[in-house]
């Protein structure tokens, strides 16, 4: 008895370390060898490759330029000097089933000149800027914090990244290595059915214990 104890108490261990597991890097797409994939670790998620918006069609990866190269540029003549919902990169995160993404951060580096970036996400909606910034002649880094609570417990989310230029500018705006940070953990209620499951396991060994005494 005591064996079978130490047996279910090892594997209640490990369902509350999996439900409290390390910050990963959720998605990441450094862009190198001109992919448009995410490069992330993480197992118990998917993240998408970068998608255009409809209004840069004729953007994409410049091999020459990046921190370092290549990175995402945005070419001058698809972007204006406002910020245009139809001018955007997009990614797409999605748990694998009974996991949930928890995030904390989005990062990443942008050069311009007097440019601005934005970014939106499928949480309030595209609609709405979740933070803005302006952009510099070389690459700065950027961090988003999205560890409130309307970033916890998601199935799935979408971001869109926006750039646009300065009054005059007409240069090209690069994105790279671009991060979203967080943990992907096993839903709630997949952790208290764990817990069920080992629960009649116990009590269905105990019976039969019994009927066989
Ligand atoms: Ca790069």
Redesign the pocket.
Same mark, same amino acid.
């Given at each position: 008895m005591k064996e079978k104890l130490f047996t279910v108490g090892l594997a209640l261990v490990a369902l509350l370390t999996a439900s409290t597991s390390h910050a990963a890097i959720i998605a990441s797409y #450094?862009?190198?060898s001109s992919s448009l994939a995410s490069t992330d670790g993480e197992g118990n998620s998917s993240a998408g490759n970068i998608t255009l918006g409809s209004g840069v069609g004729s953007s994409g990866v410049n091999a020459g330029v990046?921190? #370092?190269? #290549?990175?995402f540029g945005f070419n001058a003549g698809n972007i204006g000097t406002a910020q245009d919902s139809a001018d955007y990169i997009e990614f797409i995160v999605t748990a694998s089933p009974m996991f949930v993404l928890n995030l904390t951060s989005l990062t990443f580096d942008t050069q311009g000149l007097n440019g601005s970036w934005a970014v939106s996400s499928s949480v309030a909606g595209h609609g709405s800027n979740i933070a803005t910034d302006t952009i510099g002649a070389s690459f700065a880094g950027d961090s988003i914090d999205l560890s409130g609570a309307g970033f916890q417990n998601l199935s799935s989310i979408t971001f869109r990244l926006y750039a646009w230029n300065g009054a005059g500018d007409n240069v090209d705006v690069f994105f790279?290595?671009i991060i979203l940070n967080g943990t992907v953990v096993p839903e709630v209620g997949t952790v208290w059915a764990g817990l069920g499951v080992l629960g009649a396991a116990i009590l269905g060994k105990r019976f039969l214990k019994k009927k066989r005494a």
């Amino acid at each position: 008895m005591k064996e079978k104890l130490f047996t279910v108490g090892l594997a209640l261990v490990a369902l509350l370390t999996a439900s409290t597991s390390h910050a990963a890097i959720i998605a990441s797409y #450094p862009f190198d060898s001109s992919s448009l994939a995410s490069t992330d670790g993480e197992g118990n998620s998917s993240a998408g490759n970068i998608t255009l918006g409809s209004g840069v069609g004729s953007s994409g990866v410049n091999a020459g330029v990046g921190n #370092p190269a #290549p990175s995402f540029g945005f070419n001058a003549g698809n972007i204006g000097t406002a910020q245009d919902s139809a001018d955007y990169i997009e990614f797409i995160v999605t748990a694998s089933p009974m996991f949930v993404l928890n995030l904390t951060s989005l990062t990443f580096d942008t050069q311009g000149l007097n440019g601005s970036w934005a970014v939106s996400s499928s949480v309030a909606g595209h609609g709405s800027n979740i933070a803005t910034d302006t952009i510099g002649a070389s690459f700065a880094g950027d961090s988003i914090d999205l560890s409130g609570a309307g970033f916890q417990n998601l199935s799935s989310i979408t971001f869109r990244l926006y750039a646009w230029n300065g009054a005059g500018d007409n240069v090209d705006v690069f994105f790279d290595n671009i991060i979203l940070n967080g943990t992907v953990v096993p839903e709630v209620g997949t952790v208290w059915a764990g817990l069920g499951v080992l629960g009649a396991a116990i009590l269905g060994k105990r019976f039969l214990k019994k009927k066989r005494a």
